[in-house]
């Protein structure tokens, strides 16, 4: 009588019928259960992979010994069953395995562990010694007492060599398997520490940018608001004045906070299409760099847009940014001499200021001396060159040239 596998009712179907829900209503057996092994799965990768070895070795002791019982045959399947270790203790399947061959012919299943023994040891040593012991066991006769008929002749060397050459082979294969796949893990450690370290060395490349940029924006207009600010402590202005100064503070801050604006919106954009930095100062944008900075400074620099790149005009005008920065936090009151001369195509850029007057208390703002910093690793990335230091006098000196290049 055929048996009908119950189907589920629809009622019963649905998170409302849960296991749990239909085991209490003595129902669970209705719900079909998950299959032990899925086509792909890794467990049936496993199997596979434990399977077919062990096959091919049953199949090769049945074809030797045939299928009436015999030792032959017990000793050739109990070989093949040990190797399902030839992962983990591929030694067990061997010396399992050697017996089989010597008593039952088996060949498949000694030289399948001689390989993973190969595979998984480093020692060549032991490959050396086990692969002895499989030539010697297909090389012998069962039993041993058949050596006194063997003669030194023609067909016993080809024997030797058969049996030599079967097992160095499958030595030879397991060393080979082994460092192919020892060159290939190096390999991917390689390539995974290359692109860890490009990771790194373009992080470092962006903190590096983004301190530069940071410091361009916020330094420079700081200090000018500082400076406006001082004016007013040490002084006794009227309201005009106080307004006129208020206005001025109120300016730098806006345009201090719409430079940090336009610079975090770049640093926002991860994936997308970038705003872009707001508008980059070029060289004819120093004349009002001058103007606003508070001091008296004596400006020589090309008048008109040349044919320079923007990365060296932008270079050339943070380094006068940078010096009348430093010159306002630490000389206030000196006298600064720029000059910014075309030279083979780049830009030479001198700046010297002399030692403060003493009619004005320095601002007492901090520095850590990032700008300079700053300021060679731009003319580093242009391919220039830069020096800054003090003179005899007491005042400063920056120098830095800047080729005309395209990238930056």
Not at 149 to 160: G, H, K, N, P, V
């Amino acid at each position: 009588m055929k048996r009908l596998r119950p189907r589920i009712p629809a009622r019963l179907s649905g998170p409302r019928f849960s296991r749990p829900r239909l085991s209490r209503l003595g129902l669970s057996r209705l719900r079909p259960s998950r299959p032990l092994l899925r086509p792909g799965s890794r467990r049936a990768r496993a199997v596979g992979r434990a399977a077919v070895p062990v096959g091919i070795a049953v199949v090769d002791g049945l074809l030797v010994n045939g299928f009436g019982p015999g030792p032959g045959l017990w000793v050739a399947l109990v070989a093949a069953g040990a190797l399902v270790l030839r992962r983990r203790c591929p030694e067990v399947p061997l010396l399992v395995g050697l017996p089989g061959m010597y008593v039952g012919q088996l060949a498949f299943a000694p030289l399948i562990a001689l390989y993973c023994l190969a595979d998984r040891r480093r020692s060549v040593a032991v490959g050396a010694v086990g692969a002895a012991a499989v030539a010697l066991a297909q090389f012998l006769p069962y039993p041993v007492t058949g050596l006194r008929e063997l003669a030194l002749d023609r067909e016993t060397l080809i024997m030797a060599m058969d049996s030599c050459v079967l097992a160095v082979g499958a030595l030879v294969l397991g060393r080979t398997a082994r460092v192919r796949r020892e060159r290939q893990r190096e390999l991917a450690e390689g390539r995974e520490r290359e692109h860890r370290l490009l990771a790194e060395k373009t992080l470092s490349t962006e903190r590096a940018w983004l301190a530069r940029e940071m410091h361009d924006v916020v330094a420079h207009q700081v200090s000018l608001i500082s400076l406006q600010a001082g004016a007013l402590q040490v002084g006794e202005p009227d309201a005009a004045t106080v307004r006129s100064t208020a206005g001025v503070v109120r300016e730098l801050s806006v345009k201090t906070l719409t430079e940090l604006q336009h610079m975090v919106g770049v640093l926002r954009a991860a994936g997308v299409a970038a705003p872009g930095l707001a508008p980059q100062p070029r060289l004819t944008d120093l004349p009002a760099l001058v103007r606003d900075c508070g001091l008296r400074v004596t400006l020589d620099a090309p008048d008109g847009p040349g044919h320079w790149s923007q990365a060296a005009e932008r270079a050339a005008y943070r380094t006068v940014q940078e010096a009348l920065t430093n010159v306002r936090k630490h000389a206030p009151g000196a006298e600064v001499d720029i000059r910014v001369q075309p030279l083979d195509g780049g830009l030479r850029v001198d700046v010297c200021n002399t030692a403060a007057d003493g009619s004005t208390a320095p601002l007492g703002l901090p520095g850590g001396g990032h700008g300079l910093i700053g300021l060679r690793e731009r003319a580093h990335l242009l391919d220039g060159t830069f020096d800054a230091g003090p003179e005899p006098d007491g005042g400063f000196r920056i120098q830095a040239v800047f080729p005309s290049r395209q990238t930056f």
